[in-house]
């Protein structure tokens, strides 16, 4: 795999993980699962790995941690902050506001630290941009842990590109991760543009639309009960229906160059441009090896635009979110 930068502090393999499911809203796995995954993903290559305090609340990192140890000088780990999160409660029920004030910023920084082991973050998100605090204060306490030696890189999440631009102008930012993929492609009107300017990675979440693109998911009941994802409008009985028809195409067009649908919708990401650094979640090592194997799919510029044009936004059915956690984007 040829690997990619992010920023001028990082470089890594062009696929990394998101390791959110393991843990969290998609209804976890055993322990000894995770970890079987996780290894697997350093030997076949995979080199960047992303979580968040707010995955179990802080069980996550805990088990990125614990996994990567042992191989920790070959792998850069991710991390965000950026909410407010309560002791009562369970799940995503425990956060309760964004927070990104400076000492905020550092206090969570000082116990991702502990939970994942290290004494180093390579890469620390704001998970999402705290509209009562100006993004020159949450940068500028995001930059004094760079200088303290305890964060490598910077990033931002789900941000303007007015945002980007003032963040960048404090200290450099290293990536920027928002939701993208051929069902949600928000970051092409403007914030690629700015990336490509400013020199940002663009590091995308979801970029199998949330397993809907894999083409393995048809009905809502095939997620379990407590799956966060039952609550999001495009996996709604309604929206699945229509939805199914592109994905069935996306499964044709696959076939078609032999690879499956998840590898094709993977690849089309990758072909964006080579600032981009996807991060499909597997909890399988069976999923993890095929995404990884996405890597080495070529698309010509005809293929890329016709996959694209197959499944354009205008012909899907529901949000990618709640109209309240679409408050919380584009900040």
């Known amino acids: 795999m040829q690997p990619r930068k992010l920023g001028t502090e990082l470089t890594v393999n062009p696929i990394g993980l998101g390791c959110m499911g393991m843990s969290f809203a998609y209804g976890g796995q055993e322990e000894k699962d995770s970890i079987a995954t996780l290894h697997r993903a350093v030997e076949i290559g ?5 979580t968040a305090e707010v995955y179990g609340p802080f069980e996550n990192e805990r088990l990125v941690g614990k996994a990567l140890k042992g191989v920790r000088d ?76 305890k964060v490598r890189a910077l990033g931002l999440s789900e941000v303007s590109p007015q945002t980007l631009r003032r963040a960048h102008a404090v200290h450099p930012i290293a990536a920027v991760q928002s939701e993208y993929s051929l069902w949600s492609r928000e970051p092409e009107e403007e914030i690629f543009a ?39 409008p495009r996996f709604q009985a309604e929206a699945m229906e229509t939805n199914e028809r592109l994905v069935t195409l996306l499964e044709q067009m696959a076939e078609g160059k032999g690879v499956t649908a998840a590898q094709l919708a993977l690849a089309w990401v990758l072909h964006q441009g080579d600032f981009i650094v996807p991060i499909p979640g597997a909890r399988r090592i ?45 900040g």
């Open 46 to 50: 995979v080199d960047f790995f992303d």
């Open 286 to 330: 069976a999923h993890l090896e095929q995404n990884v194997a996405a890597a080495q799919t070529r698309l010509s510029d005809t293929e890329v635009a016709d996959i694209g044009a197959a499944l354009s936004p205008d012909k899907v059915a529901g949000k990618r979110y709640t109209q309240e956690a679409l408050s919380l984007t584009n």
């Open 74 to 149: 070959k792998v850069t780990i991710a991390t965000k902050f950026g909410f407010r999160i309560s002791d009562e409660g369970t799940g995503a029920g425990r956060m309760t506001g964004v927070d990104s004030r400076p000492e905020h910023v550092k206090a969570v920084a000082e116990a991702s630290l502990k939970r994942l082991g290290t004494n180093v973050i390579d890469l620390y998100y704001q998970h999402r941009v705290d509209p009562s605090v100006p993004i020159e204060d949450t940068v500028g306490a995001m930059a004094d842990l760079v200088r303290e030696g």
């Open 194 to 232: 700015v990336c490509r300017e400013l020199g940002v990675g663009f590091v995308p979440y979801s970029p199998l639309g949330r397993g809907l693109l894999t083409g393995t998911i048809r009905k809502t009941d095939a997620l379990g009960e407590d799956d966060w994802r039952r609550t999001l």
